[in-house]
């Protein structure tokens, strides 16, 4: 028996923002696999099975749809946004890498979706518009003075900055404490966009400075973009304002 394995990006969370490919991934596929909410975006379909866990199940997760797909079933495992981009994918990498050999010989695709800092980003103009990173604040799989060295370090370096998982019920304080350290690198009016839910009914964005930006309400459904020195925001009477950065840069200063 030969199965199958498919790790799908679904996107921010409307299905206008599902790609063909990942569309006919999930038409094919007899089992599904992925955290619960997300699971619930994609449409029941006939013959299907669902199999949801919980948010911080990601290694016993990626295991039972790896034995799945050796059993000989075509299984897909659904991520919000891109797999690989704080998800799934490099548990099923890390499963497969620790596994039976098995799994090595299992067809595995990894089929990409729009990540939350794209979708944000096309919602409010260019903030990405030159270098920048991505940094999750969850410190569940990594100690937190190695998230401040990286906060440090992309700041300084001049970089727009994506933050994942700006807070929880888990971690309340994480945030404001990151917002602070930005502020030791980067002046008060730098621009920062808060993108909630994007692509879904109750989608928010808005625009604020780092001075005010601990003082925006954020959740795990929050994106979080941090402008560099250069970014700049354009007021447009009547309409939303852009927030872009220029692709040519000043020289850091070191």
């Known amino acids: 028996m030969t199965g ?6 679904l996107g921010p969370g409307d299905p206008r923002y599902l790609t063909p490919e990942a569309f006919d991934a999930l038409a094919v596929a007899e089992a599904l696999y ?3 909410p997300y699971l619930a975006r994609v449409p029941a379909r006939a013959g299907q ?9 990601e290694g016993p997760r990626a295991a039972a749809a790896l034995r799945h797909a050796a059993q000989g079933a075509n299984v897909a495992m659904v991520s919000g946004g891109d797999p690989g981009v704080f998800a799934m994918a490099a548990a099923i990498c890390e499963q497969i890498e620790q596994g039976p050999n098995a799994w090595r010989a299992l067809d595995v695709a990894f089929i990409p979706g729009i990540t939350a800092m794209l979708a944000v980003a096309a919602k409010i103009g260019a903030p990405l518009g030159h ?3 991505a940094l999750s604040l ?5 100690p937190w003075d190695l998230i401040e060295r990286r906060l440090d370090a992309a700041a300084g370096a001049g970089f727009a900055i994506a933050l994942y998982n700006p807070i ?3 971690r309340p304080w994480q945030f404001g404490n990151a917002i602070e350290r930005l502020r030791r690198h980067l002046p008060p009016p730098t621009p920062v966009v808060f993108g909630r839910a994007v692509g879904r009914p109750d989608e928010r964005v808005s625009i604020t400075t780092l001075a005010a930006a601990d003082a925006t309400p954020a959740d795990m459904s929050t994106l979080v973009i941090v402008g560099t020195r250069e970014t700049r925001v ?7 304002p852009l927030v872009y950065t220029p692709r040519a840069a000043a020289e850091v200063s070191a």
């Open 4 to 9: 199958r394995l498919f790790v799908i990006g």
């Open 34 to 36: 992925g955290y619960g």
């Open 49 to 57: 099975n669902r199999y949801p866990s919980d948010n911080r199940e």
């Open 131 to 133: 270098d920048f990173c």
């Open 138 to 142: 969850s410190d569940n799989l990594k």
């Open 168 to 170: 929880s019920r888990a």
């Open 234 to 240: 354009i007021a447009r009477p009547g309409r939303s």
